[in-house]
């Protein structure tokens, strides 16, 4: 069966400087990975996806995550971040051979608190 | 605009009673999925469904029943039999239930169920 860690329950960075959130998997075969972001009571929203090919991702609002084979690793990062980056993140692997098609599994999310 | 609508936001049930949670996509899409909630927990799969009638149970499916009469539609009922009901519930479709699709899960807002 597959799982997500993610190792860091909070992260407080300050308004600017760089982040890194840490996403660890186990996964038998090709994995299919993501990043998610969610405020505080609504939905999760998809920064980036890893399928295959290039292993560094881009996603939106600035985000980036490299797929590392070796670490069984997909660090999500930014160069630069602002306040409204505050929020709940989650990496998930997707289930099954459709890349997700038999649902995701979810680590425990990251808190990001930013300081000004 | 195509989304995910999840009704209602908040919704509260007394000991013993079932209750349904509505979820509706027009995004014309064919896998839908129910995830559970829990602080501090990341998102755990209660069950989904890749066409219309038909549907898998996913991780902690005890407690719960779907049906996916319609393409659009896939609601969840929490039965008397679910012991600790309380908890966010969020609702997800993607664009395709073919092993090939690889296609990302877009989210609904979710609704908060709570226990009178």
């Known amino acids: 069966a597959q799982s997500v860690t993610q190792p860091d329950i909070h992260i407080t960075v300050s308004e600017g400087a760089s982040l890194e959130l840490r996403c660890n998997y186990s996964y038998g075969a090709t994995p299919y990975l993501f990043w998610y972001v969610q405020s505080p009571g609504q939905g999760l929203q998809l920064l980036l996806k890893?399928?295959?090919?290039?292993?560094l991702v881009q996603g939106i609002k600035g985000f980036e995550a490299e797929f590392k084979r070796s670490q069984s690793s997909f660090n999500l990062r930014k160069p630069s971040v602002h306040w409204s980056d505050a929020a709940e993140y989650f990496c998930?692997?997707?289930?099954?051979?459709?890349?997700?098609?038999?649902?995701?599994?979810f680590g425990k999310g990251t808190h990001l608190i930013i300081q000004p | 605009d195509g989304g995910i609508t999840q009704s209602p936001k908040y919704l509260f049930r007394k000991e013993g009673q079932n209750v349904t949670l509505s979820c509706e996509q027009n995004?014309?899409?064919?896998?839908m999925y129910w995830y559970r909630q829990d602080p501090g927990q990341g998102l755990r799969l209660i069950y989904y469904s890749q066409i219309v009638n038909d549907f898998q149970k996913g991780d902690i499916a005890e407690g719960y029943s779907v049906s996916r009469e319609k393409k659009e539609s896939f609601p969840l009922t929490v039965t008397s039999a679910q012991k600790n009901p309380t908890a966010f519930y969020l609702c997800?479709?993607?664009?395709?239930?073919?092993?090939?699709?690889?296609?990302?899960?877009?989210f609904g807002d979710g609704t908060r169920l709570s226990i009178l």
């Open positions: 998930a692997v997707g289930a099954g051979s459709g890349g997700g098609a038999d649902g995701l599994t």
């Open positions: 995004l014309n899409h064919d896998a």
């Open positions: 997800a479709s993607s664009g395709g239930s073919s092993s090939y699709s690889n296609q990302p899960q877009h």
């Open positions: 890893y399928f295959s090919g290039d292993t």
